[in-house]
């Protein structure tokens, strides 16, 4: 993973917090766990959890008894996450211990094969996934079995190791990124909301939504696009219960998960030389390492039109599913579509820090390319059309790559698109894309942003639409899958 740019520029952009854990030994050392088991538990789900203590303890994770991880008042430290192995009754579970909804992450364990099968589509692996989740109100779920373990999260990613205990790389590499980086919408306060100030009766937002109509259609037929699972459709313990769920997520209806997205158009100027004498206002400037030199990039305001959250992603209604979010003078804003129907509620993606590191990181580059390779294609595309971006929960099939586009991320830990790790690894791995493209003599014109048992990200110049068409050209096939990012085990 890139270092190219400093945890206090991170925190300027994005306001990551300067001390986010972003690499494995990092995550580890931050790792605050507690066992907290049911009244009764099955042999295996006890060798199970015996084994990952010792094995969490071996990383230096702190791994605590549960009097040594309450307060006072009964409830978990906040930080801490809870192993719950075993079945509870409504009164025992662990969200009733909790200070707040996002302090503590919840692991369910189960002595029980996964509610899947490896040929499901991706959007029943989701659905069976959720279910789980809302009915035991966890976050995470680990299913046991005499063979086999296997790691579900709520953006629908499935891991199976084929061990019967949970080994010292396992746990590391990918179940520690997973209770470390926690899934979080953005607040309020996060967001200068600038309800109905969208023009779509503009002629930019006409030319620009014409391209999500086309992409859309494209995506309709394709079982990677995860669309819309509804909260009202869950299996609930009891009201209260369900009351918590809507909380968690900020009032939304449901979970769509992916996104598209526009880059506006932005003007750049070129970066700086750091170690040459040239004026420059350092102090409104950011230092990026590229290669072996280090240049002042300028930090420009960007917008981007992204898809709302919980839309239906196949049947786009322009009017009402796009929303305009940006970086203005350093402050994130969110803007939603003029004439929207009475109680319309417009929320913001839980992938708008990953949106915002993507805008972000274009604009770095085009800044950069301006002063090491003038007149790059990237650059004046950038400026005068803007870029595209397209999330979904698919890996492609590394044949139909564009030329130009470079590929980042297949080792980085396995997070959610949804964490301030993921919106940090987009802008490294931006920088990492370019430095390929430098090194090889070619074209920079996007990159693909892999997240392991997750998805993908591409990123460029292409359309909307011509990117649907090139993903949506042929389906990948499982083996096709692994051999080109094998982190993701068995199912993924």
Not at 17 to 46: F, H, K, Q
Not at 113 to 139: G, K, Y
Not at 466 to 477: D, F, P, S
Request: proline content about 7%.
């Amino acid at each position: 993973m890139s270092n190219s740019i400093s945890p206090a520029s991170l925190h300027r952009l994005l306001g990551i917090a300067r001390e986010t854990p972003l690499g494995l030994d990092a995550m580890c050392a931050n790792l605050r766990c507690v066992l907290y088991p049911a009244r009764s538990i099955p042999e295996r789900l006890e060798r199970f959890c015996e084994a990952l203590n010792g094995t969490m303890r071996s990383l230096g994770i702190t791994a605590e008894s549960c009097s040594e991880s309450l307060l006072s008042s009964g409830r978990f430290s906040p930080g801490t996450v809870i192993l719950a192995p075993g079945m509870f009754s409504d009164s025992e579970l662990a969200i009733n211990r909790v200070s707040t909804l996002y302090n503590n992450i919840i692991v369910g364990i189960y002595d029980e094969p996964p509610p899947l099968t490896a040929d499901a589509p991706p959007q029943e692996r989701l659905d069976a996934i959720v279910r789980r989740l809302a009915r035991d109100m966890v976050h995470i779920l680990i299913y046991v079995t005499e063979h086999s373990w296997t790691i579900c999260t709520m953006n629908g990613g499935v891991v199976t190791f084929d061990t019967p205990l949970p080994t010292r790389e396992a746990v590391r590499g990918t179940l520690v990124p997973k209770l470390t980086a926690q899934v979080v919408p953005p607040r309020p306060e996060d967001l200068d909301f600038r309800h109905g100030s969208l023009r779509v009766s503009s002629q930019e937002f006409k030319k620009t939504a014409t391209d999500f109509i086309g992409c859309s259609r494209r995506w309709a037929s394709s079982s990677y696009l995860l669309t819309h699972t509804s909260t009202d459709g869950l299996e609930y313990r009891n009201d209260f219960y369900r009351k918590i769920v809507a909380r968690y997520l900020d009032q939304r209806s449901g979970m769509s998960y992916g996104f598209f997205a526009r880059q506006l158009p932005v003007r750049v100027r070129p970066a700086l030389y750091l170690d040459r004498s040239e004026p420059k206002d350092e102090a409104a400037m950011v230092p990026v390492r590229v290669g072996n030199r280090t240049l002042l990039v300028d930090v420009p305001d960007v917008r981007v039109l992204t898809t709302r959250s919980g839309c239906r992603k196949n049947r786009l209604d322009i009017e009402t599913d796009l929303v305009e979010i940006g970086l203005e003078k350093g402050a994130a804003y969110l803007k939603t579509p003029e004439g929207l129907p009475e109680g319309s509620v417009t929320k913001p993606s839980f992938d708008t820090l990953t949106i915002l590191a993507h805008a972000l990181g274009n604009a770095f580059i085009a800044s950069i390319l301006k002063t090491l390779k003038p007149g790059a294609p990237f650059t004046e595309m950038l400026e005068e059309g803007g870029a595209s971006m397209t999330h979904w929960h698919g890996y492609p099939d590394g044949s139909i790559l564009p030329e130009g586009y470079f590929v980042h991320g297949q080792n980085n830990p396995p997070v959610s698109c949804s964490t301030p790790q993921s919106a940090a690894y987009s802008l490294f791995g931006k920088i990492e894309a370019l430095e390929q493209a430098l090194q090889s003599g070619a074209e920079y014109l996007g990159d693909v942003h892999v997240e392991p048992n997750h998805g993908t990200n591409i990123v460029g110049v292409l359309t909307l639409e011509e990117t649907a068409l090139l993903l949506n050209r042929a389906g990948q096939t499982e083996t096709e899958r692994t051999e080109m990012f094998p982190q993701d085990m068995k199912v993924g």
